[in-house]
């Protein structure tokens, strides 16, 4: 069966950065968009960052554009999420999504979903 596995998370200070990975076990890997969707506490799940299948093209929500960088490595199965400049709003359990050949923002457009880390930004 399919399944991702998020880590990475933490607590951080303001203003500091954490490398959040996602190791996927999709037989293939490349054929997946991936994206990063965060959830705080009795809020909606929102869309973060997402990654094309092919290419690497890339699409972030405006609150993290300049802050955040998605990235995969096709040969490890594996996509990251660069954060930076953290800031308070942005804590929130953060989880990676599969989603077959497209690119999507829409939480229910994504099939696969791990099991999320927690990021924390006190403050």
């Known amino acids: 069966q399919v399944r991702l596995v998020e880590s990475g998370g933490g607590l951080v200070q303001a203003g500091g950065s954490l490398r959040l990975s996602c190791v996927a076990s999709l037989r293939t890997f490349s054929n997946y968009a991936m994206g990063w969707f965060r959830q705080a506490p009795g809020k909606e799940r929102e869309f973060v960052a997402a990654i094309t299948r092919s290419n690497g093209d890339t699409y972030y929500a405006d609150s993290v554009k300049g802050r955040f960088t998605i990235s995969r490595d096709n040969a490890k199965n594996t996509v990251y999420l660069q954060m930076n400049s953290l800031k308070p709003e942005d804590t929130a359990a953060y989880y990676c999504?599969?989603?077959?050949?497209?690119?999507?923002?829409?939480?229910?457009?994504?099939?696969?979903w791990g099991q999320g880390t927690q990021v924390t930004v006190p403050s």
């Open positions: 999504a599969a989603r077959w050949l497209t690119l999507a923002t829409a939480r229910t457009e994504y099939a696969y």
